[in-house]
Nanobody, 126 residues
């Protein structure tokens, strides 16, 4: 079992920044690919960013590329999502997810993840 706990959400004005953090339990964190997804009210959950288990490859949704940065710290068992130049359209509940099976086709797919956090709310006001 892997537990994921997100933190760092909140209310921010458009153009501002936030940093989300996800703390993972388990001894094999360095073997997990990690991802961030988000779900806005009335919409389906969508991919935001991911990092491979080697931490050498990162993936981003086009909508956040250049504004968001995913980073993992294997020593702390955390994966962060730095968010800059926030827009009202970024308002959503943000979820952290872990791929523990050791293989994947596309980290942009929810089906590739085995564990999910409870989510943290990010609200961007105009």
């Amino acid at each position: 079992q892997v537990q994921l706990v997100e933190s760092g959400g909140g209310l921010v004005q458009a153009g501002g920044s936030l940093r989300l953090s996800c703390a993972a339990s388990g001894r094999a964190f360095s073997d997990y690919a990690m991802g961030w997804f988000r779900q806005a009210p009335g919409k389906e959950r969508e991919f935001v960013a991911a990092t491979s288990w080697r931490r050498d490859i990162t993936y981003y949704a086009d909508s956040v590329k250049g504004r968001f940065t995913i980073s993992a710290d294997n020593a702390k068992n955390t994966v962060d999502l730095g968010m800059n130049s926030l827009k009202p359209g970024d308002t959503a509940v943000y979820y952290c997810a872990a791929n523990t099976r050791g293989h994947y086709l596309s980290l942009a797919s929810e089906d590739e993840y085995d564990y999910w956090g409870q989510g943290t709310q990010v609200t961007v006001s105009s």
